[in-house]
């Protein structure tokens, strides 16, 4: 199944960029009616066929459209501190997408190594890995942010800082199937005591994942994935 990722397709027939004509035609050598399936980001999933296969402007006509592709009934909220070795983020990114996400906010701590961040990378990274696991809803990457701002304003039913020190529960414990939930991932220094006190006091439960010390992406994954379980 080759999925393309046309965020602005509108009506029964789309034009490919030149870079996805040739990719299509030239390197996946299609051909006229071969079926493709598109996905736009908004939960729209398109099967559609190859109308006329140029490689430099391959046109195709949507067949058939399915909104809310496998919408699941929670929305999970993740923020995480950049790392100072950016494959690692980006690894986060990806496989993040895979399992499930709604949004991500890099997240700017105390004792965060990174300050800065690439968006348009970080979103082709987060649509390559939309096309991998046929994903129709694309992930929300929010600009860097202060953990302080984050923790004044977040909002969802269920709100959680994963930290290393003090009393914590599991997640099973904070959440039930269907909740929205943000949970904040820190640096590989974690949290400072301020900012899970400050978290804390704006209604956020410390948690644990796991006896293990994990690394931050792995942190994030192991967040991801089991807020994913407990939807099951």
């Known amino acids: ?54 490689p430099k402007r391959c046109k195709i006509l949507v067949k058939n459209v399915i909104t809310n592709y496998e919408k699941r009934n929670y929305h999970l909220h993740i923020a995480i501190s950049p790392l100072k070795n950016p494959d690692r983020f980006e690894w986060f990114l990806e496989k993040a997408t895979e399992i499930g996400i709604d949004e991500i906010t890099p997240l700017l701590c105390e004792h965060s190594e990174k300050k800065n961040l690439n968006p348009e990378r970080s979103n082709r990274i987060i649509e390559s890995a939309m096309k991998q696991s046929i994903k129709a809803f694309h992930p929300l990457l929010n600009p860097l942010t202060k953990v302080s701002d984050l923790i004044k304003n977040a909002n969802e039913d269920v ?30 220094g974690d949290f400072t005591n301020e900012e899970i006190i400050l978290a804390k006091k704006n209604g956020f439960s410390p948690i644990t994942l796991g006896e293990s ?12 994935h089991s807020i994913s379980f407990l939807n099951l």
């Open 213 to 224: 010390r994990l690394r931050t992406e792995t942190a994030g994954i192991a967040a991801v």
């Open 1 to 54: 199944m080759q999925i393309f990722y046309t965020p602005d397709i509108s009506g029964i027939e789309y034009t490919f960029s030149e870079d996805e004509s040739k990719h299509a035609i030239r390197v996946l050598r299609m051909n006229l009616g071969e079926e493709v399936y598109l996905v736009d980001g908004k939960g729209n999933f398109y099967e559609a066929v190859i109308a006329d296969a140029h």
């Open 159 to 188: 709100r959680m800082i994963a930290c290393c020190e003090g009393v914590r529960k599991p997640i099973r414990e904070c959440y039930k199937a269907g909740q929205s939930a943000l949970i904040l991932v820190g640096p590989e």
